[in-house]
């Protein structure tokens, strides 16, 4: 398996299948590069970006604490599957004294007030740097995962818009046993903030058997803080623009769009988010 650290070493990968993260890899990346080999075959590459973006962290302390674990991310890539590591240094996704390219942000960024309000400035970060990414990739394929729903979203969306020949696939949530989405984050749980932690995915389980999306919102809140979560959001959208239901309080009518909950929170002083289908959800 190859590591690249610059263009160059990209050098033949073109138009192959691409797995953006930021390192810290854990079987849930494992799970969507599996999905990048599958969908390659034996013929298209698979590449997997392991890059620290420092554009879409809206606190300075968090980006300097990520993780940073490449010699096991690349382990975990070849064995998942992959044919290339990209790993470049920020001067190479961010050249000193070029023009920064920061594509306009889609209304999947701007208008849910979920990570949007939440984050502040953290889609344009995702935006400029996917975007860069692909300039320098060129892959036909790229893989997220839908624990990042409302980010799958805004990139989604973006492609669209600005890179149409890349096609953009998502793979599932990641659990572990007790069923906490895998995150990078989750390192930094103490046992205590771990229990809370679990309610993420009770809240989720309890919004799926609501009728209305309020109804699910107000049963989401209080599994959450009744576990001791401090609660950013938990809502109940329209699973493709996430915007809100036209009448939130009225039960589910056959006819509607699907929808998702998704919930933000603390545990201790970890954010976690998390997402599952709604109704029916079933983390």
Same mark, same amino acid.
């Given at each position: 398996? $190859? ?67 490449? +010699?096991? /991310? ?8 992959? +044919? ?46 996917? $975007? ?16 990042? =729903? ?14 149409? =020949? ?11 046993? +007790? ?35 309020? /109804? ?57 988010? +998390?997402?599952?289908? =709604? ?5």
């Amino acid at each position: 398996m $190859r590591v690249a650290r610059d263009a160059e070493g990209l050098a033949g990968l073109a138009g192959g299948v691409f797995v953006p993260t930021m390192g810290a890899l854990h079987e849930g990346h494992a799970s969507l590069i599996r999905a990048a080999r599958a969908r390659a075959g034996g013929s298209l590459p698979v590449v997997v970006s392991v890059f620290v973006n420092p554009t879409q962290f809206n606190d300075p302390a968090d980006y300097e604490r990520y993780p940073r674990t490449l +010699d096991a /991310d690349a382990a975990l890539c070849g064995a998942a599957g992959a +044919d290339c590591v990209f790993s470049p240094p920020t001067e190479v996704v961010y050249p000193p004294g070029a023009p920064a390219l920061v594509p306009a942000l889609p209304p999947e960024a701007t208008e849910p007030g979920l990570e949007d309000r939440f984050r502040p400035g953290h889609f344009a970060g995702v935006c400029r740097v996917v $975007r860069r990414l692909f300039d320098l990739v060129r892959p036909s394929v790229a893989i997220f995962g839908e624990k990042d =729903w409302q980010q799958a979203a805004v990139v989604r969306a973006m492609a669209a818009r600005d890179t149409p =020949w890349v096609e953009i696939l998502t793979g599932p949530t990641v659990r572990e046993a +007790d069923g906490l989405a895998l995150s990078s984050r989750n390192r930094f749980l103490t046992a205590e903030d771990r229990r809370a932690a679990l309610s993420l995915g009770a809240a989720l389980r309890t919004a799926g058997r609501e009728r209305s999306p309020a /109804d699910a919102e107000a049963a989401m809140r209080r599994v959450l803080t009744g576990a001791g979560v401090t609660v950013e959001y938990a809502a109940v959208r329209r699973a493709d623009s996430l915007l809100p239901f036209a009448d939130p309080a009225s039960p589910r009518a056959g006819g509607d769009p699907p929808g998702r909950a998704l919930i933000a929170g603390l545990a201790g002083a970890v954010r976690l988010i +998390d997402n599952a289908a =709604w109704p029916g959800g079933q983390a």
